[in-house]
């Protein structure tokens, strides 16, 4: 058991910095999701904590020791591929020994945390086999079930899950989370999709160009992105970004956004009273726009009229896309909608629930 | 039955035909040198009777190559040198070409284009420099200068071909291998290693091909018939002045290439997917 500490942790190659001076510090038994688009330093961070890649600058301690020069197999991590690595010239059950093997486990004990770690994952029938002969959703469990057996005080997943197809993903998902739970053992997690990162990690690092942009609890990055890139990030469809300039009328404050205002909650008044007259971004998930009137809805309520460009039916709910002006923007509306495509219709915007952003720095105002 | 018969014309032409024309090409020799080793003087040297038949075959020549040559001593002399300069080559190829398919180093890639010049650079050219190296360590007319010299173009070729095949293995395998608790010398040797055998076969095949018909360095480093390999011995051997025993000359160079036809045949396989290179995970 043990927690990941990363400081001023710095990778460059040649003039390329793919990873800037990043602190983190992700405690012992937590699951953490590094999450970001390609490119953004999240497997070159993984591979530096697994050892695979060398530290420019920086240091990482892992359960308080400082493992900078430390080779991978003495770090106690075990790390599971995106093409899951298996060794294609071993069965199951060889692939799973080899790590206990080297340790020079008895053979007795091997074979015991082999056949254990294959009765979790439902696997055992399976270890007489070579990789090819296996599917790619139990190419992934022999993966996990070679990193549990040796134990380790932290796991690493490298985008574990993305070479498989979508219905399998959404169980291997849960899967790794219940895994969590029985293990009670840190985990970091890289994945690029947003959806894995709310629905398994217990805090989601978000980073784009080698920098942390935010690092919380799902919710409270969603409901309190830092940035326009964070809110645009994470959430699908991704927030609504209006241009607008933030404008006193009488004793309110409102945002003109050219073709149509909307009235800021009085209680934000004093929060936004810096950019009065400045450029800013107000952005707006889905969800807090409706197209019928919400009475009976808590929260305050602003208007405007829009055009139906697209109307897209999802079953459970239906996806708006609408344009104003030259804005244009997504609604996630009631199923039973009586909205039709090229009409105009009344929407309602949660202005409880708007985020506003400097146009300049991006960062959340 | 159409198209039966026009999918059947189809492949008799672009693939029957072509395929027994190649086949007769490439067995021709082989049935010359077969046939010549096997013909009596009197129907070899006689320009009437027809060139790709025997009439009365005989084992006069091939009497004569192990009676009265040293061919069986040639041979033990090539298959010793040839299996211990391939053996040279291949671990120092395994070496170098995975540091130059996997390590991170400056200069790696103009490191490999050098040591691939150097199989270029033709034996004709080297083979004076290399007598005179080859003098000064007192190794002249001994298993030995062969054995020191082929590698000079037989490693370079080994490296090229398995850093070649190298880098198709995945190098997720090798660092998996790493964090499970494999230094990079066990990773590369319980890893690595058995992934790549087609692909050291075929080297190690070609090395061996190579170093068993090698000419020139062994007419030059070679003197004493007792020290000579198969192809140096039987043309200095079977060669007197401007006569020509072609019956035991073409016996010698029969058994001279079953070793090797014999090796191919065994290993085809892993040789096809050495050269085409293909580890899946």
């Given at each position: 058991m043990a927690n990941v500490i990363l400081e001023k942790l710095t990778k460059k190659f040649d003039d390329v910095i793919a990873v800037n001076a990043i602190d983190l510090e992700i405690k012992d038994k937590e699951f953490v999701v590094l999450v970001g688009p390609s490119g953004c330093g999240k497997s070159t961070t993984l591979r530096m904590v697994a050892g695979l890649e060398e530290i420019t600058e920086g240091n990482i301690y892992i359960g308080g020791r400082l493992v900078n020069d430390v080779a991978p197999k003495d770090r106690n991590i075990a790390m599971v591929f995106q093409n899951y690595?298996?060794?294609?010239?071993?069965?199951v059950y060889k692939n799973m020994a080899f790590g206990l093997k080297l340790r020079k486990f008895p053979k007795s004990e091997i074979d015991e945390r082999v056949r254990r770690a294959a009765k979790i994952l439902g696997i055992e029938q399976l270890l007489d086999r070579k990789p090819k002969q296996l599917s790619g959703g139990q190419r992934q469990r022999v993966a996990v079930g070679r990193a549990i057996?040796?134990?380790?005080e932290v796991f690493l997943f490298d985008e574990?899950?993305?070479?498989?197809d979508a219905k399998l993903r959404v169980a291997m998902r849960g899967e790794l989370v219940k895994l969590h739970h029985r293990l009670e053992t840190t985990m970091i997690y890289v994945t690029h999709d947003q959806v894995e990162a709310m629905t398994m990690g217990d805090r989601i690092v978000i980073m784009k160009d080698g920098l942390i942009q935010q690092v919380g609890a799902p919710l409270e990055v969603y409901d309190h992105p830092s940035n326009i890139f964070v809110a645009g990030f994470i959430g699908s469809p991704p927030m609504n970004f209006f241009r607008g300039t933030l404008v006193p009328e009488k004793d309110h404050l409102f945002i003109d956004m050219k073709s149509f205002k909307l009235k800021v909650p009085d209680e934000r008044k004093k929060r936004y009273e810096r950019y009065i007259r400045k450029e800013v971004v107000f952005g707006m998930r889905p969800e807090d726009i409706i197209d019928s009137t919400p009475e009976g809805r808590s929260g305050e309520w602003d208007k405007t009229t829009a055009v139906v460009d697209v109307l897209e039916p999802l079953g459970a709910e239906v996806m708006l896309e609408l344009s104003k002006g030259e804005h244009s923007f997504t609604a996630r509306v009631d199923p039973h909608t009586n909205s039709r495509v090229h009409q105009e219709i009344t929407v309602y915007f949660n202005m409880g629930k708007m985020h506003l952003f400097d146009a300049e720095t991006e960062k959340v105002i | 039955m159409a198209a039966v018969g026009e999918t059947f014309t189809k492949k008799l032409f672009s693939f029957y035909i072509p395929l027994f024309f190649f086949t007769i090409l490439m067995l021709f020799p082989f049935y010359w040198m077969f046939i010549t080793s096997i013909k009596p003087n009197r129907e070899l040297y006689n320009v009437k009777s027809l060139p790709f038949w025997v009439f009365n075959p005989t084992l006069e020549h091939w009497k004569y190559l192990f009676k009265n040559t040293l061919f069986t001593r040639w041979a033990l002399n090539t298959l010793f040198i040839s299996i211990v300069s391939t053996a040279i080559s291949l671990i120092s190829g395994i070496m170098a070409g995975y540091a130059l398919s996997r390590l991170r180093f400056k200069g790696a890639s103009a490191l490999g284009i050098a040591i691939f010049i150097t199989y270029l650079v033709p034996p004709t050219l080297l083979f004076i420099p290399l007598a005179e190296v080859v003098h000064n360590f007192n190794l002249l007319d001994t298993p030995w200068a062969l054995i020191l010299t082929y590698p000079t173009f037989l490693i370079p070729f080994c490296t090229w071909l398995l850093s070649g095949y190298f880098k198709t293995i995945p190098k997720e395998l090798e660092e998996c291998a790493r964090i499970d608790g494999a230094t990079r010398l066990q990773a590369m040797i319980w890893i690595i290693l058995p992934l790549a055998t087609p692909g050291i076969l075929s080297a190690g095949m070609f090395a061996f091909t190579l170093s068993w018909n090698e000419f020139i360095y062994a007419l030059v480093f070679l003197s004493s018939p007792t020290q000579k390999t198969i192809p140096v011995g039987v043309v200095s051997e079977l060669i007197k002045g401007d006569v020509f025993f072609w019956g035991s000359l073409m016996a010698g160079a029969l058994f001279g290439s079953i070793p090797v036809a014999l090796i191919y045949s065994f290993f085809v396989e892993h040789y096809v997917t050495g050269l085409t290179g293909a580890v899946k995970g």
């Open positions: 690595a298996l060794y294609p010239h071993m069965t057996v040796r134990d380790p574990p899950l993305s070479n498989l | -």
